[in-house]
């Protein structure tokens, strides 16, 4: 596993994954943009869980090709790129069990969420942030699951409206085991640390 870690640090892959994620993200907000045109103001930052995961990752890219590190947003990353790119798996499958059938979309969906998580973990060995960082993060991201579940403003698929108190349920464990697993990749004594260059 170490062997990929010289290929992730290459200025050229961070590069191209700087291109994947800036088109990522965009569309991204792209498809969330009918849901933001009913949203309040006040949530608008809440809304756009996936594409907000992908922009904090496309920043962190963005520090490492200008040789910066960017703590904060290295914590906000990790936790909300693993956490939406399951999320978006496991929801886009709970489609397909109510339904009986995912259009080509779906499946999209769950390729690219699932290539969020795997990239956010991947890159985990060169974040440098520390407790109070992921505290924030952890807070942002719970804070988060309040808005879409309380306020209701969480992403709507509508065949699955039915089960609303179960998914929060789920994503609030969900957010729990994301913090989890950026402590144990990136805080605990002993985690793998490597540098870009």
Request: charged content about 10%; aromatic content about 18%.
């Amino acid at each position: 596993m170490r062997s990929i870690y010289p290929l992730l640090a290459n200025r050229s892959i961070l590069q191209l994954l700087l291109v994947i994620n800036i088109v990522g993200t965009v569309y991204g907000y792209y498809w969330y943009g009918w849901q933001l045109k009913e949203t309040p103001w006040i949530f608008l930052a809440f809304v756009p869980d996936s594409p907000t995961a992908s922009l904090f990752f496309l920043l962190v890219l963005l520090a490492f090709l200008l040789n910066k590190c960017w703590p904060l947003i290295e914590a906000l990353a990790i936790v909300t790129l693993f956490k939406y790119g399951i999320w978006a798996v496991v929801m886009n499958i709970l489609v397909f069990i109510v339904q009986g059938e995912l259009d080509w979309a779906g499946y999209m969906l769950i390729g690219s969420h699932l290539a969020m998580a795997v990239q956010g973990i991947l890159y985990a060995p060169f974040y440098r942030f520390r407790l109070r960082h992921l505290v924030i993060a952890g807070i942002w991201t719970l804070h988060n699951d309040v808005i879409d579940y309380v306020f209701l403003m969480l992403p709507k698929y509508h065949m699955l409206d039915q089960f609303i108190p179960q998914i929060g349920y789920f994503t609030f464990w969900l957010s729990i085991v994301s913090i989890g697993l950026a402590y144990y990749c990136c805080i605990r004594v002993n985690s793998l640390k490597l540098d870009l260059n």
